[in-house]
């Protein structure tokens, strides 16, 4: 079917048009979210910029010793030095980076391609984070959150990108080859490529050996086809290497004994995780039911069409490796849904594969599901902004009747939250995070 010449020449405009809508609504969302919880506790205290290496050192040292050996964490106390204005604009580019990796992931290229499905499918993946996740300003929003989810999870799917487009049928070192013509060029650049795995294997405990796995998958496929080439392996063994850091991390034995004490959790056991895992996978449905429910729909209308048994391989390892990330969490001593942001995003690859197999002449129809995801989305947009706007205020209050306080002697009094979080976090920042920050000496925070 040909295209009419006006909707050739509006197509592009629709989908850059989208693509700005998306970016201005994270920057301001960015702008409007406070420090939260464990920001001050990450944090060099009040005041405090020009810090010198050896501080930042042993303050990330002890993080990953004491408490958590995620590199999001280390991020997170990094951040704490630059101006938020900064911050905020970085933040949104990750997370935009992050949706293109998804939408890249799903369709195997670019937007661009067919500007109108490719407008509805970019408006479609923030509705299904937005409008899935529970808590998205946790991920995607607050500073913490994102460095330990959103950032790493960017950083891991970049990691095994590589990966995934050799699999695909195209190496990208050996392009960097080609356009330097230096072999020493293309081998450093490996080898840096390489030695990321070992930070990136500090990502997440049920992400990192979901990467492992898939890399080994692909691995072995590769030498199957006589395909592999040395740097895959290199990748592999480096990315587990990370991983296995991570997981026998004495940090990480401690905070798991730590929240298990706190939630009565039992040692972990065979018979323990037989017993979680209906719980944890019922929660896995519960939390991705909206990609979920368009996966299925997608399947159920237009199923019939899909005849490359490739498409429906491709989605089944989504849904496979989703449940494996989600399953693994039954180890946890509590679940909380930011952890299940790979399985989330596994199933919303899954969907966009689907879609992305239609021809032109559905093309025709996905503007009125660009408009219906837009009316979906608007509602919970407008709630999240107005909450954060809300928060916004009340804690630079708090954060004001804190500084205006530390000159006097007592106990400082500052009004305590009133906005209920519904989208933006799970919990209100603790007083104890403020001692922390301001270095109160023995001074304590009193809320009315």
């Known amino acids: 079917m040909k295209k ?12 850059w048009l989208t693509i700005s809508i998306i970016v201005t609504w994270l920057f301001v969302e960015n702008i409007q979210t406070p420090k939260i919880d464990e920001d001050f506790s990450l944090s060099f205290g ?16 002890m993080q990953y010793t004491i408490w958590n050996a995620r590199f999001g964490e ?24 992050f949706f293109i990796l998804i939408f890249f992931l799903g369709t195997r290229r670019l937007p661009g391609t067919s500007p109108i499905k490719d407008a509805v499918m970019l408006a479609g993946i923030v509705v299904m984070f937005l409008g899935g996740l529970k808590n998205p300003g946790e991920i995607f929003f607050w500073r913490t959150g994102s460095t330990n989810y959103l950032w790493s999870l960017t950083c891991l799917l970049l990691y095994i990108l590589p990966v995934f487009m050799l699999f695909q049928g195209k190496d990208v070192f050996a392009s960097v080859g080609e356009a330097t013509r230096s072999r020493a060029f293309r081998f450093v650049t490996v080898l840096g490529y390489v030695l990321c795995g070992i930070i990136v294997g500090h990502a997440n ?23 592999c080439t040395w740097w895959v392996f290199m990748a592999l063994l480096s990315l587990t290497l990370g991983t296995l850091m991570l997981i026998f991390a004495h940090s ?7 929240y298990s004490n706190i939630f009565g959790v039992q040692p972990l056991t065979a018979e323990s995780f037989i017993k979680n895992a209906p719980h944890t996978a019922l929660f896995w449905v519960s939390h991705a039911k909206i990609p979920l429910f368009i996966l299925i729909f997608l399947i159920l209308i237009y199923g019939c069409r899909l005849y490359s048994g490739r498409v429906w391989r491709d989605m089944g390892f989504c849904l496979l490796f989703s449940f494996g990330s989600a399953i693994m969490l039954a180890v946890a001593p509590y679940l909380h849904p930011r952890s299940f942001l790979l399985p989330f995003s596994l199933i919303v690859i899954a969907t966009l594969h689907i879609f ?4 032109d002449r559905i093309v025709y129809a996905t503007g009125i599901l660009l408009l219906f995801f837009i009316a979906l989305i608007t509602p919970r947009v407008l709630t999240i902004h107005n909450e954060f706007m809300q928060r916004q ?9 804190v500084v205006s306080q530390l ?4 106990d400082i009094v500052i009004p305590a939250f009133k906005v209920k979080s519904k989208f933006a976090y799970v919990g209100f920042p603790h007083t104890k995070r403020l001692d922390e920050y301001f270095k109160l000496n023995g001074r304590k925070i009193v809320e009315y």
């Open 4 to 15: 009419p010449k006006h909707f050739a020449a509006i197509a592009p405009w629709v989908l």
């Open 46 to 61: 009040y005041g405090a910029k020009d810090v010198d290496l050896q501080t930042i050192y042993a303050r990330l040292k």
């Open 74 to 97: 280390g991020l997170s106390i990094i951040w704490d030095l630059a101006d938020e204005n900064i911050y905020n604009t970085v933040n949104t580019a990750v997370t935009f980076l």
């Open 205 to 227: 405990e049920n992400t990192s050996p979901i990467a492992v796995g898939f890399l080994l998958f692909v691995v072995v496929s590769l030498v199957r086809s006589r395909r």
């Open 252 to 258: 990480t034995a401690h905070r798991f004994a730590f």
């Open 356 to 359: 992305d197999q239609f021809n």
């Open 393 to 401: 205020h009340e804690a630079n209050f708090r954060y004001e009747a």
């Open 407 to 410: 000159g006097g002697d007592g």
